[in-house]
Every structure is written in structure tokens, then in C-alpha cells.
């Protein structure tokens, strides 16, 4: 891998390809595989993952908003995609790029019905999200009857899957909550296919839910977060390898007086005489302030060196006094082979979700095939 010279994430196809067949090698041969994309592809870039996923053939892709699945439709995706959580102001848009809407409510299922039929549409595919716990989007159950009643006077859409999503998959603890959410969406996507008379695919599973609860798999899954290299457990995040590497390099190397303080606030007072690296990466970067005070760390020629002080827009201030380093050396945040975004994260008491898809626009990617 080349050294850095500036702030960049390296993006690893061939551990998204990885990750992919070990996701794949979970499932029975005909279980179909979606692949979410949202938020960048949770931090990556949407539109180069998806591309690659589309020719490792994965099935289908989701994002969260609308304006998500235009961009991968300009960039060329040609395979389904669902709208998580579309909102009823874009459906126009939507159709126009073919896209394919969750449909969670009465309110939202009327909306969209109106505008396909605007819009001439046939048998439109939709999805229909059930809610089995996790209390966020979702029909109930005394909802089955009105949407199998609804569908059944329309030929405007057509259902092309039933889903719903489980609430702690990764939380062991919480098994007997997962498998009464299971069940529950077994009663209930049974009872709508029965009175819609033709069968749409199921699907529950996140990566999580993919590795613990294989009688869960239905039709299809959907993986975000396993694809880029997490499995939410030190045993799963042992066989997926983070495909992302964000790295940097030092601007400027200061020596700090005991009695001097670094940066903002003065948060940081020292007690004795150090040594600090100032770094081009900041919380504008997405590197938040909880990282600041000595919680988040990086490293510096295989070595840890905690973040001194508060996390500045555009900069951060490392302790560097036991560490052999010059200024223009690179530096890693996070990555496969030192300190994962998901152990950073604990560092700080958040999890790698957060840490990745918070690295903003401004950090350049850089793609290695
Ligand atoms: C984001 C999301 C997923 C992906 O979850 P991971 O834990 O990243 O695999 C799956 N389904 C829904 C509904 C989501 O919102």
C-alpha cells in the first residue's frame, strides 16, 4: 500500500469480496442477498461498492433515503433497490428512477397508491414493512387485513417482498426477544400472503441477524455492516476484515513544557514535558469530539498515541513523546491491520456504525482493486 500524504480512505475491494462470500457462505444456495448501501455505503462510497457488489451478484441493494437510490441510478445501477424509508414527497422522483419503496403505514401505503396512479403505473413493486418490536417503521397486526384489502381493489402495485427488522440480533442476552420477533413475523407476513394469494420473498435478517439466527434467513438478507467488515462480536469480526483504512500524516511536531496546555480550552494542561504531532483531521472529518481527552487514540509506527486535549474542525494533537516519528509520516486512525473503527469506537463508547458513516465528504477515497 502506498504511504499517505494527506488525510485519505483507502477502500479495500478485495475484503468487500471477502466479506461477501463469508456473508454468502452463511446462507442456503437460493437465499438472496441485499446489500445496504445507505449513508455512503455506511461511510465508503455508494457508488463504487455498489457497482462492485452488482457484479459479485449480490440481489438487490437499499439505501435509507430517495436522493441515495437516484445517485446509484445515475452511477448505473441497474439492479432493484429499496427505499427504506422513502418520504412522501419524493415518490414522484422515485418512480421516475425506478426505485422501490418500503411501505410501513396506512398513511404512507394511500400516499404512494395516489402518486403511482398519477403516474399510470402497473403492479409498481413495493415492500411491506411489518413491526415485531423494534417499535421504529411498521404495519401492526390489525393493519393485515386493510393492506391485503387495499392491494387487493389496486392494480397500481404489486408486493415484491414482506420484511421487518429485528431489534438486538447482535445481543445474545436478548435471544428470547429475537425469536419472539421472529415468529411474530412468521404469524404475521403468513397471514397478509395468504389473503393477497400470490408470494411475495420474506426477509429479517441484518448481518447479525444473518450469523445468529440462521432459521431466520426466509428469502433474502440484508447486510450492511458485515460487508464492510464488522460482525458486532470478536468472534464474527475475526472472519470479516474491515475494507476501509483511514489514514494521515503529521503536519507538525511540537515539544510541550510541563505547565503549557494544547489546544482549545487549554483541555489539556501538561504535567510534564512532551512531545505532540499535529494531524490534518478533524471532527469536521468526522472525527468527533467524544475521541478528545486522551479516550481516542491512533497510530503512529505501529504505536498508539492518544489524542491530547479537544478535537479541533480541522486538526487533532496526538501524544507522540515515546514515539520515533517525523514530520510528513503517516499515520493510521483506523484500518484491518492496528486498531479497527469498530475498537476506536469502544474507545469511546460508541460503536463502529457511528465512527464509519460519520467520515465526512471532505476525506478523499481512494479505491485499491
Ligand atoms: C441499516 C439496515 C440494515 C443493515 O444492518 P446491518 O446491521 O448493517 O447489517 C438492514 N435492514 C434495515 C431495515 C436497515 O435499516
Given at each position: ?58 440481489d ?41 419503496p ?30 415485531t ?46 425469536l ?52 458486532n ?42 512531545r ?18 486522551g ?9 498508539k ?65
Open positions: 500500500m502506498p504511504k499517505a500524504q494527506e488525510t485519505v480512505l483507502e477502500i479495500d475491494l478485495n475484503a468487500l469480496k471477502q466479506n461477501f462470500n463469508y456473508l454468502k457462505s452463511k446462507l442456503k444456495d437460493n437465499t438472496k442477498i441485499l446489500a445496504v448501501v445507505k449513508a455512503f455505503a455506511y461511510g465508503n462510497d455508494s457508488c463504487e461498492i455498489a457497482k462492485y457488489l452488482e457484479n459479485l451478484d449480490a438487490y441493494f437499499a439505501v435509507a433515503y430517495v436522493n441515495e437510490g437516484v445517485t446509484l441510478r445515475q452511477a448505473g445501477v441497474t439492479k432493484p433497490i429499496l427505499v427504506l424509508h422513502p418520504i412522501a414527497i419524493n415518490f414522484k422522483t422515485l418512480i421516475e428512477h425506478c426505485l422501490e418500503n411501505l410501513y403505514s396506512v398513511k404512507i401505503l394511500e400516499a404512494f397508491i395516489e402518486i403511482a396512479t398519477q403516474e399510470n403505473q402497473r403492479n409498481y413493486p413495493i415492500h411491506i414493512k411489518f413491526n418490536g423494534l417499535n421504529r417503521l411498521g404495519f401492526d397486526e390489525n393493519d393485515i387485513e386493510f393492506i391485503a384489502n387495499k392491494l387487493k381493489e389496486t392494480s397500481v402495485v404489486k408486493v415484491k417482498t414482506v420484511f421487518s427488522h429485528l431489534a438486538a440480533s447482535e445481543d445474545l442476552n436478548e435471544r428470547d426477544f429475537t419472539t420477533q421472529i415468529n411474530t413475523f412468521k404469524n404475521y407476513s403468513e397471514k397478509l400472503i395468504d389473503l393477497l394469494g400470490y408470494k411475495p420473498l420474506r426477509h429479517m435478517c441484518n448481518t447479525s441477524g444473518i450469523l445468529n439466527y440462521p432459521e431466520a434467513h426466509f428469502d433474502m438478507v440484508r447486510t450492511g455492516v458485515g460487508l464492510y467488515g464488522f460482525g462480536s470478536e468472534k464474527e469480526s475475526k472472519n470479516l476484515k474491515p475494507i476501509a483504512t483511514l489514514k494521515t500524516i503529521i503536519s507538525q511536531i511540537h515539544t510541550i513544557e510541563k505547565g503549557e496546555s494544547v489546544g482549545y480550552n487549554r483541555a489539556f494542561k501538561s504535567t510534564t514535558k512532551i505532540t504531532a499535529t494531524l490534518p483531521i478533524g471532527h469536521a472529518d468526522g472525527i468527533n469530539r467524544i475521541y478528545g481527552k479516550k481516542g487514540f491512533v497510530t503512529i509506527d505501529g504505536e498515541a492518544p489524542i491530547v486535549g479537544n478535537v479541533c474542525m480541522d486538526m487533532i494533537m496526538v501524544d507522540v513523546t515515546n514515539i520515533e516519528c517525523k514530520e510528513g509520516d503517516e499515520v493510521i486512525i483506523f484500518g484491518p491491520d492496528f486498531t479497527t473503527a469498530e475498537t476506536l469506537a469502544e474507545s469511546a463508547g460508541t460503536i463502529s456504525y457511528e465512527l464509519i458513516t460519520s467520515i465526512s465528504q471532505r476525506v478523499k477515497r481512494v479505491l485499491l482493486k
